[in-house]
């Protein structure tokens, strides 16, 4: 049999054998790694068991070993699976000793937590509605439904990944985290922690209606702890439905309302119920209301959730969410853009003509967003939409075929289509994604928040393998970059705010650097930390950047002048600005030689709350 552990403080693990003869079998195992212990199953005494020595779990056979009077924690199979799924050691080091590894193997199909976004300082409410293994990643990953008022649309799946269907939810307010970013749902101040003593008033008398015939529904993410509780009401309750009747149209995990006055969630249980005639629903509300609990009635819990949000009726007085209600159509809900097509084979050069700027104005126009392609669409607009400037890249062969296939997806079926219609569907733009995806270098970029950096570097070396095209001459040697980073502490003599320029050339003094060649093209990135800690309120860009203080001193040409060598000035023109304000990317593109200005926001309108209207 196997029994697992995590490792508490940094060790000296051995290979068995030597790789090579100038390889030492010695190397560093961080704290926060998980180990296997092998013990056999037959003829092996509990004291020897306990002496076996454990292999890193991450390792493949035996070609790592941790002694076994390491220091290390027992691990349970589930608590080994949740720990499996979090990447980095630090953080499963830190989930474990916080005790919240034995909290989340307790977890249940259901369960109310708070959910942390990609952005840390970002937490919702939400409830649990899938425990288990997904493609591409290791161990146990929990699929959650966002129930949050304030943030309905913050997720990225309807509780579909990868094509396979886990669990149902409204569109964009499904996500699949791992343990870290999962933590328990602290009482509100303003709520009762207490129990209700009057657990009954949850349902007004006013709402009760006659018996109803329908029958259960519920789906696969139903927990066993509800199913349960529904079968024991079956057998207790006088007249229980068999589930033979006719079933009205809702389920588990619906959203629906009750009016007078007009009340909003999320359906958690339907069964029979003391006291309501026919069957009934328990219901998590948007918000508080005096009477509610939390989730239980006449004393018998049926789902949990925050004091004062459970609410209990019979289903004949739900209806669905009219907030979210789908304009009556003769055919399924389709793409707005739709007939717009996905691929253009043939180039299409940037052109002066005025009519290149007009296909990109309005509604509808630009690349369309989905699930968190923000950072992607305002960085490809900024780079393409109005310059040239980094076509060569599309135009050259890729190194291997599946940079090949990620240059085709990008020319043909996003660049070629922008330029020559003005409009991207979505369905390019995810494409590409998933193929990124593919490629295992970054994790979560076909669903998750990103930056237009990780996007970038994504592309440039790991797909398409493109030269670099900054050369920076450091005191320890020459860099080749794609990008320059500012850091700098902040000047108080300098003119607030300051220019782009202004910053650049102080990194470069202080850090002694500069450019070794004149840069052709120049991606500047100024960091953010926040809104309360920013290096500068405001910084601006400038059309026009001089950089000739900043390269290297080329070698006089003994037959020019001083004069002339002087008057030579290398500058660049400001071709885009792609900028962040509440976890949502936008663009400001400039058409050079008409002296405009373009501002593209992918997801500017929501259409039947399901596609997004670039604008």
Same mark, same amino acid.
């Given at each position: 049999?196997?029994?697992?552990?995590?490792?508490?403080?940094?060790?000296?693990?051995?290979?068995?054998?030597?790789?090579?003869?100038?390889?030492?079998?010695?190397?560093?195992?961080?704290?926060?790694?998980?180990?296997?212990?092998?013990?056999?199953?037959?003829?092996?005494?509990?004291?020897?068991?306990?002496?076996?020595?454990?292999?890193?779990?991450?390792?493949?056979?035996?070609?790592?070993?941790?002694?076994?009077?390491?220091?290390?924690?027992?691990?349970?199979?589930?608590?080994?699976?949740?720990?499996?799924?979090?990447?980095?050691?630090?953080?499963?080091?830190?989930?474990?000793?916080?005790?919240?590894?034995?909290?989340?193997?307790?977890?249940?199909?259901?369960?109310?937590?708070?959910?942390?976004?990609?952005?840390?300082?970002?937490?919702?409410?939400?409830?649990?509605?899938?425990?288990?293994?997904?493609?591409?990643?290791?161990?146990?990953?929990?699929?959650?439904?966002?129930?949050?008022?304030?943030?309905?649309?913050? #997720?990225? *799946?309807? +509780?579909? &990944?990868?094509?396979?269907?886990? !669990?149902? @939810?409204?569109?964009? =307010?499904?996500? /699949?985290?791992?343990?870290?970013?999962?933590?328990?749902?602290?009482?509100?101040?303003?709520?009762?922690?207490?129990?209700?003593?009057?657990?009954?008033?949850?349902?007004?008398?006013?709402?009760?209606?006659?018996?109803?015939?329908?029958?259960?529904?519920?789906?696969?993410?139903?927990?066993?702890?509800?199913?349960?509780?529904?079968?024991?009401?079956?057998?207790?309750?006088?007249?229980?439905?068999?589930?033979?009747?006719?079933?009205?149209?809702?389920?588990?995990?619906?959203?629906?309302?009750?009016?007078?006055?007009?009340?909003?969630?999320?359906?958690?249980?339907?069964?029979?119920?003391?006291?309501?005639?026919?069957?009934?629903?328990?219901?998590?509300?948007?918000?508080?209301?005096? #009477?509610? *609990?939390? +989730?239980? &009635?006449?004393?018998?819990?049926? !789902?949990? @959730?925050?004091?004062? =949000?459970?609410? /209990?009726?019979?289903?004949?007085?739900?209806?669905?969410?009219?907030?979210?209600?789908?304009?009556?159509?003769?055919?399924?809900?389709?793409?707005?853009?739709?007939?717009?097509?996905?691929?253009?084979?043939?180039?299409?050069?940037?052109?002066?003509?005025?009519?290149?700027?007009?296909?990109?104005?309005?509604?509808?126009?630009?690349?369309?967003?989905?699930?968190?392609?923000?950072?992607?669409?305002?960085?490809?607009?900024?780079?393409?939409?109005?310059?040239?400037?980094?076509?060569?890249?599309?135009?050259?062969?890729?190194?291997?075929?599946?940079?090949?296939?990620?240059?085709?997806?990008?020319?043909?079926?996003?660049?070629?289509?922008?330029?020559?219609?003005?409009?991207?569907?979505?369905?390019?733009?995810?494409?590409?994604?998933?193929?990124?995806?593919?490629?295992?270098?970054?994790?979560?970029?076909?669903?998750?928040?990103?930056?237009?950096?990780?996007?970038?570097?994504?592309?440039?070396?790991?797909?398409?393998?493109?030269?670099?095209?900054?050369?920076?001459?450091?005191?320890?040697?020459?860099?080749?970059?794609?990008?320059?980073?500012?850091?700098?502490?902040?000047?108080?003599?300098?003119?607030?705010?300051?220019?782009?320029?202004?910053?650049?050339?102080?990194?470069?003094?202080?850090?002694?650097?500069?450019?070794?060649?004149?840069?052709?093209?120049?991606?500047?990135?100024?960091?953010?930390?926040?809104?309360?800690?920013?290096?500068?309120?405001?910084?601006?860009?400038?059309?026009?950047?001089?950089?000739?203080?900043?390269?290297?001193?080329?070698?006089?040409?003994?037959?020019?002048?001083?004069?002339?060598?002087?008057?030579?000035?290398?500058?660049?023109?400001?071709?885009?600005?792609?900028?962040?304000?509440?976890?949502?990317?936008?663009?400001?593109?400039?058409?050079?030689?008409?002296?405009?200005?373009?501002?593209?926001?992918?997801?500017?309108?929501?259409?039947?709350?399901?596609?997004?209207?670039?604008?």
């Amino acid at each position: 049999m196997q029994r697992y552990a995590i490792l508490l403080a940094d060790v000296v693990a051995k290979r068995p054998k030597k790789r090579c003869c100038c390889c030492t079998n010695k190397f560093n195992v961080s704290k926060g790694e998980l180990l296997v212990e092998v013990v056999a199953s037959a003829g092996h005494a509990e004291e020897d068991a306990s002496l076996q020595d454990y292999h890193l779990a991450t390792s493949k056979g035996d070609s790592a070993i941790v002694s076994a009077d390491s220091e290390v924690a027992a691990l349970t199979d589930r608590e080994f699976a949740l720990l499996q799924a979090i990447e980095k050691r630090r953080t499963r080091y830190g989930v474990h000793q916080s005790g919240k590894c034995s909290w989340g193997a307790g977890l249940k199909v259901n369960d109310s937590v708070n959910v942390s976004l990609s952005k840390p300082d970002v937490q919702v409410y939400a409830a649990i509605r899938y425990i288990g293994q997904i493609r591409g990643y290791n161990g146990t990953m929990f699929g959650v439904e966002i129930v949050d008022k304030n943030h309905l649309h913050r #997720g990225y *799946s309807n +509780g579909v &990944w990868k094509g396979e269907e886990l !669990f149902q @939810c409204a569109y964009n =307010r499904g996500l /699949f985290v791992s343990l870290e970013r999962i933590s328990k749902v602290e009482a509100q101040i303003e709520l009762s922690s207490t129990p209700q003593e009057n657990e009954e008033s949850s349902c007004p008398p006013t709402l009760q209606q006659p018996s109803i015939n329908v029958s259960l529904v519920t789906h696969e993410s139903a927990s066993e702890s509800t199913a349960s509780a529904t079968a024991s009401q079956r057998e207790t309750t006088p007249g229980a439905h068999d589930g033979t009747q006719e079933c009205l149209d809702f389920e588990i995990g619906a959203l629906v309302q009750v009016d007078d006055p007009p009340l909003y969630g999320v359906i958690r249980v339907m069964c029979t119920l003391p006291k309501i005639q026919g069957m009934a629903a328990g219901i998590e509300l948007e918000e508080y209301r005096k #009477g509610c *609990s939390d +989730g239980t &009635w006449c004393k018998t819990r049926y !789902f949990s @959730c925050l004091p004062g =949000r459970a609410f /209990f009726c019979p289903v004949a007085n739900l209806k669905p969410d009219q907030r979210f209600a789908k304009p009556e159509l003769d055919s399924p809900l389709l793409n707005p853009l739709r007939d717009w097509p996905l691929e253009e084979p043939e180039d299409q050069p940037i052109s002066d003509d005025p009519d290149q700027l007009v296909k990109y104005l309005g509604d509808g126009r630009g690349i369309q967003g989905h699930y968190n392609s923000c950072y992607l669409d305002a960085t490809v607009f900024g780079l393409f939409a109005l310059s040239d400037v980094f076509d060569p890249m599309l135009q050259t062969k890729a190194r291997d075929p599946a940079g090949e296939e990620i240059r085709g997806m990008l020319w043909k079926g996003i660049v070629n289509p922008l330029r020559k219609n003005g409009v991207v569907r979505y369905e390019s733009v995810m494409s590409l994604r998933n193929k990124l995806e593919d490629l295992g270098k970054i994790k979560g970029i076909n669903q998750d928040e990103k930056d237009p950096e990780e996007f970038l570097n994504m592309l440039f070396k790991h797909s398409l393998r493109v030269d670099s095209f900054i050369s920076i001459r450091r005191p320890y040697g020459i860099e080749k970059e794609f990008f320059v980073q500012l850091f700098l502490e902040p000047d108080e003599s300098l003119k607030l705010p300051p220019t782009v320029g202004q910053l650049l050339n102080k990194m470069f003094k202080e850090q002694n650097i500069s450019f070794s060649e004149a840069p052709k093209k120049l991606l500047i990135q100024i960091p953010r930390y926040g809104k309360q800690f920013k290096t500068y309120e405001k910084v601006v860009a400038g059309l026009q950047l001089d950089v000739t203080d900043l390269i290297d001193p080329p070698d006089l040409d003994t037959s020019q002048s001083n004069e002339e060598c002087t008057d030579a000035r290398s500058s660049l023109r400001l071709l885009s600005v792609i900028c962040i304000k509440t976890s949502h990317y936008v663009c400001f593109a400039r058409a050079i030689s008409q002296n405009r200005w373009i501002f593209f926001d992918s997801m500017a309108d929501r259409l039947y709350d399901k596609f997004n209207i670039p604008e």
